[in-house]
T-cell receptor
């Protein structure tokens, strides 16, 4: 069965600094991978997804992620953090049973200080 | 505007009581989902439905029930058999339920036990 591991339940950065949120997956077949963002007391929004093709995926709000099969990783990055990026971020992998049953990681809360 | 509406935003359950969480979508999506979110545990799938009048158990279905009588509605009942119901509940939908699709989320219902 697919699974994801997000290293670090909290990540703190200063405004303008690089954001790096880590995600490693476990899958017996090439997976579909997703990053979602959740602002306080709200639902989740899709940031970006990898299905096939180019391994560097660009998403909304300046975020991007690179699929590295050799490292089974799909880390999320942003060159320069903004205060509005403070939120919880979830990595997810598709359970490839023919229906969209996402398996989510435990989440990483991003804190951005001035 | 198209989207997913969850109500109520906050709900309190008394001992032995069943409560029902509402989820309505006007996106014309076939697939709908219910997730439970607990702090530090990410999201876990309770039930999902790929089409009207059909639904399947997710990973933590015990103590919950659903119905899908209309395409736009997927209510979740938390029964008295669910001994630890306090959590944030998220409803989601996707166009057809295939594994590379984006999920659209509602803004959630916080359920607490009195």
């Amino acid at each position: 069965a697919q699974s994801v591991t997000q290293l670090g339940s909290h990540v703190s950065v200063s405004e303008g600094a690089l954001v790096l949120l880590r995600c490693n997956y476990s899958s017996s077949v090439p997976p579909y991978l997703f990053w979602y963002v959740q602002y306080p007391n709200q639902g989740l929004q899709l940031l970006l997804k990898y299905t096939t093709g180019a391994t560097l995926v660009k998403g909304i709000n300046g975020f991007e992620a690179e699929f590295k099969k050799s490292e089974t990783s799909f880390h999320l990055t942003k060159p320069s953090a903004h205060m509005s990026d403070a939120a919880e971020y979830f990595c997810a992998v598709s359970d490839l049973t023919g229906f969209q049953k996402l398996v989510f990681g435990t989440g990483t809360r991003l804190l951005v200080s001035p | 505007d198209g989207g997913i509406t969850q109500s109520p935003k906050y709900l309190f359950r008394k001992e032995g009581q069943n409560v029902t969480l509402s989820c309505e979508q006007n996106l014309n999506h076939d697939a709908m989902y219910w997730y439970r979110q607990d702090p530090g545990q990410g999201l876990r799938l309770i039930y999902y439905s790929q089409i009207v009048n059909d639904f399947q158990k997710g990973d933590i279905a015990e103590g919950y029930s659903v119905s899908r009588e209309k395409k736009e509605s997927f209510p979740l009942t938390v029964t008295s058999a669910q001994k630890n119901p306090t959590a944030f509940y998220l409803c989601a939908s996707s166009s057809s339920g295939v594994t590379n699709e984006k999920l659209f989320f509602g803004s959630g219902t916080q359920l607490s036990v009195l």
